[in-house]
């Protein structure tokens, strides 16, 4: 029976990766935080991973069978894909498993705050009774600017267009077939920041994305749009968004993610009005399900000799082609 290692963010779904597996592999909960005895005894003959981790270049070397980095989440920025191609070991994300999800999050944070949802709650919870319906605004007609088109930015993209949204995005890879589908515009970032009446992040961490949501992003933006972030805590400058916030030059944000999570007790962020703050909590219980499923999935397709679904894709490389081939556009990166 193959050896599957389960990192510690994953303890909880071994029942369900049993169940799933209906038996077929041998479950090891480990931790590769730590010193754990467990890889060092297990990882010559574990097949795959079932974690965020980046296994040291001992590990690897130790790991004779390992064919497989499998994340449960959309992420795998801590995997060293490089590194894991040198030992032909794949890597693997959960193939859009919580991509409807999230896509739901994100509407709810849209319409939270064009109609003003968190202050009508207190208004009425805490007092006094205030009714701000004059500010309150449609999302239909207006315009929704994705930053990234991958599996959950196209199912933003669709409820959006349910919704009566004007959809445009920018993406390092041009995708033509989503553009005709769903009807899309394709725009470069300085454009789309300056026209979208929601600017909403969709990409991963890359050197070109890392702080991307800073000073010289946000003043681009309309003074009456609303910025959202339910990808990754370090695309944002807190300290440029939260001056943003206060001065006027965006109107709102809704954020799911933060640079430091838990936020600290002392995040100015937590004291603004226009801001709608989750903590991380966009995934669903079915989500999980889905992504326990698919991951099991592709356990039997790698013992099968079948090729492997969701397996992650070099964002690095990907938009350095695109910087080469197009070195007009500004890519937001921020200054050093």
Do not use: C
């Not at 319906?133 to 199912?155: A, D, P, V």
């Not at 993209?157 to 589908?181: H, I, P, W």
């Not at 326990?292 to 969701?310: C, D, I, S, T």
Request: proline residues 4%.
């Amino acid at each position: 029976m193959s050896k599957i290692l389960v990192d510690h963010l994953y303890h909880h779904h071994l029942e369900l990766l049993q169940q799933e597996s209906q038996g077929q592999f041998d479950f090891i909960p480990v931790d590769f935080r730590t010193q754990d005895s467990q890889i060092e005894n297990h990882l010559p003959e574990a097949l795959a991973i079932i974690g965020r981790v980046d296994p040291s270049e001992a590990q690897y070397q130790s790991a004779k069978e390992l064919a497989l980095i499998q994340t449960l989440s959309a992420g795998f920025e801590e995997v060293d894909l490089e590194r894991a191609q040198r030992y032909s070991v794949q890597v693997a994300n959960n193939n859009g498993a919580n991509a409807v999800s999230v896509a739901e999050h994100v509407l709810l944070q849209i319409l939270s705050l064009f109609r003003q949802l968190l202050f009508h709650h207190q208004s009425v919870s805490q007092g006094p009774w205030e009714n701000r319906k004059m500010k309150n605004r449609e999302i239909s007609g207006k315009t929704l600017g994705l930053i990234g088109l991958g599996q959950i930015g196209k199912m933003v993209a669709k409820y959006a267009v349910s919704l009566g949204m004007n959809v445009q995005y920018f993406d390092v890879v041009r995708q033509q077939t989503t553009e005709q589908e769903l009807g899309l515009d394709y725009v470069f970032p300085e454009t789309l920041l300056k026209t979208s009446d929601v600017v909403s992040y969709h990409v991963p961490i890359t050197s070109y994305t890392r702080g991307i949501i800073n000073r010289n992003s946000l003043s681009m933006m309309k003074p009456d749009a609303v910025l959202i972030n339910s990808a990754r805590g370090e695309l944002q400058n807190e300290e440029d968004l939260h001056q943003a916030l206060v001065e006027g030059i965006i109107s709102g944000a809704a954020l799911d993610v933060f640079q430091q999570e838990p936020i600290a007790e002392d995040s100015p962020l937590r004291k603004l009005e226009n801001v709608v703050l989750t903590p991380h909590s966009a995934p669903s219980r079915e989500s999980y399900p889905r992504a326990v499923k698919h991951a099991v999935a592709n356990l039997f397709r790698l013992q099968n000799n079948e090729p492997l679904l969701g397996l992650a894709l070099d964002h690095e490389a990907r938009a350095r082609t695109f910087q080469n081939q197009h070195p007009e556009v500004d890519l937001m990166i921020p200054n050093e």
